[in-house]
């Protein structure tokens, strides 16, 4: 799969990523090359094999289900840009 | 039922599928230890996981992995023992991580099936394709500043369980009928509450129309959150009967998402998928795949509750019970153990009765709830007894009812203290007989002279002046004789 100067523009809007249009042909160019390299990947023959979607193959670690956290409004709340009546405020978002 | 939109030219087939998101019952959240409580201050139940903060990392909560397996096992489900959690990316305040933890081609509970009891007395099976576990988004509250929204976490990272089924559904009512019996099924099993209104259970539907005897399926519209059994079906049918309308003008239908207007009950335009976020799912890396054993599945189909389909076959068999009312007495757990606690040694059809007649009457007209019912279980048993026994009339047993409801006693008890017993001695019958006939020499004349209707006249003058005790059949056996 071949990347144009559409789809670079695209994953730059889905990543909310800057990219100066200046920099749109370097970026394709970039992409490729690292799909092309990707591409060798499927010279190997994965019909029989699961996908490996973790390295770490144990199972999964779990809680039980108690309430330990919590209780840290203040403290959740410090570093939002903006906060009132104790949330956190942003710009009007309407669907 | 074959239900179809008949229009001049055509007769149109719906084609429907649900995707159900149901919140986990649990203490707390599904990956921190944060408390699940539903209306506390903002921002209280929230820990620096909910909150996307840098370097947190996510710890899978054992009880929502338990609840899902049940769930799955009560839709007949398979269980999957690998499942893997994926991110879903996507940017929006509700989301502080950038992404929502779910799962994607790997889910906890893959198919399965539910069976749905339709108004003609049909049944129809319902595939289910899969249950994936998943974080419930915060809550944004829009209309307090024109300017801004304001974003509360306290929803945020609540187990969900997105229950996807197969486009099986081709009427309003198949959907209803599905909807209210997966409600059913998740209270049974303690693993949601159910309550559509509060949110705690939203449902989408996809939709489309296709002309009858089609086979294949047209692009469809997404309905959104649709928060009532009423609304969803109403939201199939308006859509369906919109996406006609189209058709028949010669226009086509763009694969969509709309939303339903509770107001209006009609749905309106969101957005084309074409411009549907591309959500890049990739495995989530802080979270190891989740292998379950048989043993583990096997020990939680142990702890399974009787379901409604199986106690509803169970009432019908041992008590005798018509579908119809085996189907309303087991809708909700309370209501099926209510009713066993009340037919336990008695005649479980008669306490159906009561149950489903006066019992459900008096609780509606005052707006009152089974658990709060003034009138227990064993109150219900012993009226139906005192029956079976001729100690009362079944009529007597209506006032008995009225008094029970206003002030709960046994039965027994307030036949006693009122004197209700029922005469069921003959020579007192006779007497009270007797009484009447010489109280009424010109009926007696006239019943004899061939007048033979006056006989309800007689039965009635007796039982007033029993008071409504006399034995109504030995009144009747002994009145027949003495008028000869």
Redesign the interface.
Known sequence: MAIDNEMVK?VAF?A?LKVEDDKIEETKDEFNKILNWIEQLKEVDTSDIM?L??V??????????????????E???KNAP?Q???????????? | MTYTIKTEKNEWEIVCGLEIHCQII???KIF????TEFGD?????????D?GMPGMLP???????KQAVKTGLGLNAQINKHS?FSRK?Y???DQPNGYQITQY??PIVGKGAVKIDLSDGTSKEIGITRIHIEQDAAK???D??????????NRAGVGLMEIVTEPDFRSPEEAGAFLRKLRSIVRYLGTCDGNMDEGSMRCDASISVRLKGEQKMRERAEVKNVNSVKFAMQAIENEAKRQVEIYEQGGTIEQQTR?FDQTTGQTKF?RLKEYA??Y?YF?E?D?????LTDEYIENIKKEMVELPDAKKDRFIKDYALTAYDADILTESRQTADFFEQAAKGHDGKKVANWILGDLFANLNANKLTLEQSPITPEMIGELVDLIAKNVISGKIAKDVFVYMWENPKMPSQIVEEKGLKQVTDTGAIEAVIDSVLAQNPDNVAAYKAGKVNLFGFFVGQVMKASKGAANPQMVNEILKKKLG
């Open positions: 695209q889905l909310r996908p979607v973790s770490n193959d144990s199972s999964i670690p779990m809680r039980e289900d108690t309430i330990t956290d919590g209780n840290v409004k403290a959740v709340l903006m009132e009546f104790g949330y956190f405020a942003v710009p009007k978002v309407v669907e | 649990s203490k707390s921190s230890g944060a408390s201050d903002a921002n209280v139940n929230v820990s620096f996981i909150a710890v899978l909560n054992k009880e929502c992995v893997v990316n940017f929006y305040p081609e790997y944004s509250i829009h307090l500043n024109p300017k801004k929204s304001y974003i509360d976490f939303q969101l976020d591309d890049r495995p890396p979270l190891p795949p989740l292998y």
